[in-house]
């Protein structure tokens, strides 16, 4: 051989070595199996920034296991749906047909979760919910999304223990306002039926498009013989509303479905939201070891204090690595995943959780007060969800009879009927 050529053979070889070197750098280790995640939040739009909360949650728990579930390397695949569902279906399919991905997560409107879980029983994926939190997809029509968990809430669970403590705290008669769609209408409804089961009376229901920015109009319609006014807010609406109702000089004490003062919204918000009483199964102020260790980390992480919807993307991935810890990081196959899944009772940032019958969470339900003050050895006064009352092991019927409940309709736009409104 030349010198010539064996200088061109040396280079080439060389170039070899470094490729076959990046290729191990990235493939998943001899003997470990990988597992496909596609996951699906609106990272671009209107809810970017609630879809950038989703992921680092996630996110944060994949890099704390180095990517890796119990030897399965994981492979992350994320795709921006703008929160809207027709575009998650399409992206839902590629990552299906095109990714092929064992599992699908995600989605944040509980219109997106309706879209989704067709797509899950056609194609026979598991779609897990983190978010999503449309109440009939575990309920009356969860025979139809066999593929189907959520790791996060219907819409109503919060609501049933919430009805109860507001009468416990005497109120007696109370406005709502919240978004126009599903979400709102499940978190409102919920409330309802708990509020006047116990004595108490709705006697408005307002509602208002989810993208409003000017309340104004809602705003001068609120009855003033009310004890106290109940939202659902969501996005943009969480930070704008609160400040126009104050604005506006309205005295009321405002309660609300948990996204209306999550901590999403609260580094936003100034003294407007003080007294906002919201429930929800997490709360970052929850006073635990696990869970200060869990805000300490992901506000050294990310910056900022995290949210539910953090803290229920982080939850998910546990929840995950715990099945895969049960196989040795083998894939056991979507029905044998499923049954493991749902057998898991797990120790989270959020307190003790597990699954229904019909693959939904039973957990704690926080009631939240917001109020300013000093917490977890931070010394700068910040707005933070204070745990006033706990509820443990609440389902998603509450204190109700799941044959009893099933019967009634999900609740909508109309029902409950509002039977006080005239009053």
Partial sequence: MSEKRGVKFLASL?????????????????????LRIGYLSPMTGFFAAVGKDMHDGFQMYLDEVGGNFAGAEV????????G??????????????????HLLIGGLLAST??????????????????????????????AKYPYFIRTGW????PSHPFGQWACAKGY???????????????????????????GGKIIQKIWSPITTKDFGPYLARIKKNADAV?????????????????????????????????????????????????????????????????????????????SYYSESNYTTAQ????????????????????????????????????????????HNIYIRQVVRKRNFGYPDLELWNTVVRTYPNVGQYGQYDKAKFLQQPVYSRTFPPCKFCDE
């Fill in 14 to 34: 060389a170039m070899m070595v470094l490729a076959l070197v990046a290729y191990l750098g990235t493939a998943p280790r001899a003997g470990a199996e990988e």
């Fill in 75 to 82: 492979k992350f695949i994320v795709e921006d749906n703008l």
């Fill in 84 to 101: 809207k569902g027709p575009i998650s279906v399409q992206k839902a399919k590629k990552l299906i047909k095109q990714d092929n991905v």
């Fill in 113 to 142: 979760g309706y879209a989704l879980a067709p797509v899950s029983t056609r194609n026979k994926v598991i779609y897990i919910s983190p978010i999503s939190a449309a109440d009939d997809l575990t309920q009356r029509q969860s």
């Fill in 154 to 157: 219907t819409s109503s669970q």
């Fill in 172 to 198: 007696k008669r109370i406005v709502t306002i919240g978004a126009d769609y599903a979400f709102g209408y499940e978190t409102i409804g919920g409330f309802q039926k708990s509020f006047e089961d116990c």
């Fill in 230 to 306: 109940f939202t659902l807010m969501v996005g943009g609406g969480s930070l704008q509303f609160p400040k126009q109702y104050k604005a506006a000089g309205f005295k009321l004490p405002l309660l609300g479905g948990g996204t209306s003062a999550d901590e999403f919204a609260l580094p936003f918000m100034g003294d407007e939201a003080i007294g906002y009483v919201t429930a929800l199964q997490y709360s970052a102020s929850i006073d635990t070891p696990k869970n200060i260790a869990f805000v300490k980390r992901y506000r050294k992480k990310y910056g900022k204090v995290p």
């Fill in 319 to 362: 929840w995950i690595h715990e099945v895969m810890k049960k196989t040795g990081g083998k894939w056991p196959g979507t029905e044998e995943f499923i049954r493991i899944f749902a057998g898991i009772r797990l120790d989270s940032v959020r307190g003790p959780v597990y699954l229904d019958e019909q693959r939904n969470p039973v």
